[in-house]
């Protein structure tokens, strides 16, 4: 007589500490194998979008700081080359440079962020949590000399960047490109190898690469499946063209390679910094000085390659001093509509590190 | 006076001061105080070192992070313990209602009292143990399964269903590794001839970690798991769902959980150091003194570990149990035995021989049963779903 | 095989146990902070205020509030407004600085705490009063001329007359092009 068995249903709330902000998933279990997984967010929704409306172009740089909160830079940068695009302002060429300082500085600093929480989620006991934010202070206290704070940032402005950065700053990076791939070294030998590690990440949640391809999947999730997209060589904007880096990629897309391909792209983004600290020239930093900017009637669609994914924004203008839309095409949220395929058949285990591992942030997907 | 306890010289002087200040026929007074009064020491020794190691472990663990401990409380934060215990001493008492009452008010009790029970055969310092069982380590490891129940109780007693599902993970893991941690005492008995504790310590001519690494390994990765750290904590820290089977706890219940659980730390480092490490023995420092060093030294190891190691699934730590750590100890038992069978009474040089010997024998056996161990994850049942209807009832 | 990766993360572990601990002991110790650090307690100087309002104007979230009658007490751009009521409301403000870019008479600062907690929301509004006597440590985000001096609020005050004012800049002649003296301060580069 066969048994009788009933899945269950639980609920994983909006206050939970391994769900990367407010996020609510309806999980339907069999036993301890997931069958069934409805998401439901919103809860951080604060309505950038419509506000960014009533706005004018500069006071939306403070509004986009907001929605990947760990990762302020590559949001203002999105935004201000779809605001450039408008207008026809080129910054010049030390504002440029100084923009992709900023943004691989973020990118690592983001980077730190999402293998940190990944191994606390594994349950590492916060140990590599720690190690992460340690360094993660030092490029904070970077932001804090170039534009005053530390995360919510607003630095970059239409034409440029704000402000130049002061005399202590080159000093203080040269020290930190010096010992930054001393820690991601050891970074690489506290949990690469480590046996725990591995069996607790490879070969679960795998993603195709056609699978992610089909669902428009940007950043560290595609690249590790083998596809090497990445838009600071496929689209470059600022000065990446003349900069010489590697597009990291793995090939068998679970959680794993997530992970190393994260690390790796840590690696990359240092020999960035290398190249623009060598290279940046003299000069000014902003094109214009004006807070208010007047684009003439149009729309425009401006993208960077976020540590997430690919961060865009869609305006429309229609010749005043707000924009007329605003809309953001979130990496988070794209990332997110894949969590089914990610999830099913897996267990209970494996739901929150798996979650952890495409990296999103609900300040992005719910905006 | 007793028979058992005639050894201890602290038992000895004060029944003997006792029953002098007695009228004959009053033995049993000086009894009951000699006895109450090397409980009463024993007992607040214990207590008070489980504080002193739930302070270390928060100040270690700290460093290891980059971080200082708790240092607020007291010069250094040394009165932590002493404030985490009033915490939880003026908490709420809560029962549930549909739970078993006397179930439920008795696992934490059934949990604690093999803790100290345990303590009652190791031997402290020279000449300095409550009691000399010739059936030692077999009186340990009966002990060890007993707070396996208490753990049972406490889910069943709970009414609560993930506490339940909690407690039912943590019978499986502790039954599953009481066996490689008993089948690593084999070499040691083997090599020793018997079972006490004291007789163990005077056997070691040279310590048995060097002389049965596989054991000593087999029983360090053993003994995590029956005390539920890192890395096979997932019993009870589960960052997912539910918090294990002291879900329904509150104050000292929970306290006495919490105590019971790092008490066992130090039990068990206590034992280790006296079956692999010699005991209390040592050059120039007082006997006491060492033991006491020895067994800060495999706390230590604890606290590293779990500073360092992410958790296993459970279903990992159940293949690592059965798959390597068991095939592993049973490799050690035969090889001591053939050992032991060609060597009855071996001097210090065959033991050399003999250490060389089992180093090797460990060497190639954890990596060939590493490779047995590896395994596959299971291919997922996917259902593959159209962007349209969700499914399932909501 | 089996415990080579589990040896060496606890090798690394083991290596950050013998260096120094990375958090300060606050309140007792404080973190270095940047001169340029934007955060609370506003600076605002009353001799250089002419009551514009351009900082309520352009502040995002609309916090500042102010009430303006006609003055002649400080003639220093030509007649200014007398500012009655300055009220900044510290417990909705951002601190993105944009009303500190917007002024022209270089009359806002940032200022460089970030201590100003309160037990009521009420209080978080910083009046006009308090404004006018607090003390005067500017932040020195947007305001080359401090960084050109190499001023850091953390060590001393700072007067009217030594803040100055940066050359006339929210009116070029030609746009898209920066005023004279307007390139950044002491750009220097490394290496």
């Known amino acids: 007589m066969p048994l009788r068995t009933e899945p269950i249903t639980i609920n994983l709330g909006p206050q939970h500490p391994s769900t990367h902000g407010v996020f609510r998933l309806r999980v339907t279990f069999d036993g301890e194998v997931i069958q069934d997984v409805e998401p439901v967010f919103g809860y951080l929704h604060r309505g ?83 190690y992460c934010f340690r360094e993660r202070e030092r490029i904070l206290d970077l932001f804090e000399m170039l534009c005053g704070a530390r995360i919510t940032l607003s630095y970059m402005r239409i034409g440029g960047v704000f402000q130049d950065a002061p005399e202590e700053f080159w000093p203080a990076l040269r020290r930190f490109l010096d010992e930054m791939p001393g820690y991601a070294d050891e970074l690489d030998a506290l949990l690469s190898e480590n046996e725990v590690v591995v069996a607790r990440t490879r070969g679960i949640g795998v993603l195709p690469a056609d699978l992610l391809i089909n669902a428009s999947a940007t950043g560290p999730v595609l690249r590790a499946s083998g596809v090497a997209w990445d838009l600071r060589k496929k689209d470059p904007y600022d000065v990446y063209d003349r900069l010489e880096f590697d597009v990291v990629t793995a090939s068998r897309s679970d959680n794993y390679d997530r992970y190393y391909v994260r690390l790796q792209e840590i690696r990359q983004a240092l020999r960035i910094l290398e190249q623009c600290y060598r290279d940046i020239p003299e000069g000014p930093v902003r094109a214009t000085l004006s807070n208010l900017v007047r684009p003439p009637v149009g729309e425009a669609y401006g993208r960077v390659e976020s540590p997430k994914g690919e961060l865009g924004y869609y305006l429309v203008s229609d010749g005043s001093i707000s924009p007329y839309r605003c809309r953001v095409r979130s990496p988070s949220l794209i990332n997110l509509t894949l969590l089914r395929e990610l999830l099913m058949g897996w267990k209970l285990a494996d739901l929150v590190v798996s979650f952890g591992s495409i990296d999103i942030n609900m300040g992005e997907v719910d905006r | 006076m007793g028979e058992l306890l005639a050894g201890n010289s602290i038992y000895r002087n004060v029944y003997i001061w006792v029953e002098g200040l007695l009228p004959t026929g009053w033995q049993w007074v000086a009894y009951f105080v000699a006895g109450f009064t090397i409980m009463f020491l024993l007992l607040n020794a214990f207590l008070v070192l489980t504080m ?128 490689p941690v008993l089948l690593s ?210 | 095989m089996y415990g080579i990766g589990i040896a060496k993360g606890l090798m690394v572990t083991m290596k950050n146990l013998l260096r120094r601990p990375f958090t300060v002991q606050y309140p007792e110790q404080r973190l270095p902070q940047h001169p340029r650090f934007r955060g609370e307690e506003f600076v605002w100087y009353v001799e250089r205020c002419t009551g514009c309002a351009s900082c309520a104007q352009f502040c995002p979230l609309g916090i500042i509030r102010i009430v303006t009658s006609p003055g002649g007490e400080h003639l220093q751009e030509g007649g200014t407004y007398k ?64 960084s050109r001096q190499g001023y850091n609020p953390f060590l001393e005050e700072a007067d009217w007359r030594r803040v100055g004012r940066e050359e006339s800049r929210w009116h070029p002649k030609r746009p898209g092009t920066l005023p004279p003296g307007h390139h950044s301060e002491a750009s220097s580069q490394g290496s």
């Not at chain 2, 009790?109 to 020279?126: A, D, I, K, R, Y």
Request: aromatic fraction near 12%; proline fraction near 5%; glycine fraction near 8%.
């Open chain 3, 83 to 146: 500012v009655e009521v300055f009220d900044i409301d510290i417990g909705r403000c951002m601190f993105c600085g944009l009303c500190v870019e917007a002024c022209p008479y270089d009359a806002l600062f940032m200022g460089s705490g970030f201590e100003r907690a309160r037990y009521r929301r009420e209080e978080l509004v910083v009046t006009v009063d308090e404004l006018k006597a607090a003390k005067k440590c500017p932040s020195t985000w947007f305001r080359p001329q401090l």
């Open chain 1, 48 to 130: 950038s979008e419509k506000l960014a409306e009533e706005r004018t172009y500069t006071q939306v740089i403070t509004l986009t700081d907001r929605l990947d909160y760990v990762a302020s830079m590559t949001s203002n940068q999105a935004y201000v080359i779809a605001c450039e695009k408008l207008t026809g302002i080129h910054p010049p060429e030390r504002g440029l440079y100084l923009r992709v300082i900023a943004a691989e500085l973020q990118r690592v600093a983001s980077h730190l962020v999402a293998i940190g929480f990944f191994l606390q989620d594994l349950g590492a006991f916060a140990t590599p949590l720690m």
């Open chain 2, 52 to 179: 002193v190691y739930t302070y270390m472990e928060r100040r270690v663990l700290g460093r290891f992070q980059g971080r200082l401990g708790p240092n607020r409380v007291g010069p250094f934060g040394i009165l932590q313990p002493v404030a985490d215990a009033i915490k939880l001493l003026t908490k709420e008492d809560i029962v549930p209602a549909v739970a078993d009452r006397w179930v439920f008010n008795l696992a934490p009790v059934v949990f604690f009292v093999p803790t100290v029970l345990v303590l009652g055969v190791v031997p402290f310092g020279q000449n300095s143990f409550l009691a000399d069982l010739n059936v030692g380590i077999l009186y340990v490891l009966a002990l060890s399964s007993v707070s396996t129940l208490a753990v049972f109780m406490a889910g069943w007693a709970s009414a609560n269903r993930f506490a339940l599902f909690g407690s039912m993970r943590a019978v499986a893991t502790l039954i599953s590794y009481e066996l």
């Open chain 2, 185 to 394: 005492m084999g070499g040691v008995l083997m090599l020793v001839g018997s079972m006490s504790l004291v007789r163990i310590v005077e056997g070691q001519r040279i310590p048995f970690l060097l002389l049965q690494p596989l054991a000593f390994l087999v029983f360090l990765a053993g003994i995590s798991a029956e005390l539920n750290r890192a890395p096979f904590d997932m019993v009870e820290a589960e960052s997912e769902l539910v918090s294990g089977f002291n879900t329904e706890y509150s104050g000292m219940k929970y306290g006495l959980f919490a105590l019971a659980e790092f008490g066992n730390v130090l039990v068990a480092g206590a034992i280790m150091s006296v079956v692999f490490l010699k005991g209390w023995e040592g050059p120039v420092l007082p006997s006491h003194l060492w033991f006491l060093l020895k067994v800060f030294f495999f706390a230590f190891i604890f606290v590293w570990v779990r500073a360092t190691l992410p958790r296993l699934r459970i279903d990992q730590m159940m293949g690592f149990a059965w798959k390597f750590l068991f095939p592993l100890s049973l490799v050690n038992l035969v090889v001591t035995g053939a050992e032991v069978a060609v060597w009855p009474e071996a001097t210090t040089a065959q033991l050399w021989v003999m250490a060389v010997i089992n180093w090797v024998v460990a060497i190639v056996g954890v990596v060939v049963f590493s490779r047995l161990v590896r395994q596959r994850p299971t291919q997922p049942e996917v259902r593959v779903f159209s962007s349209a209807a969700p499914s399932g009832a909501r």
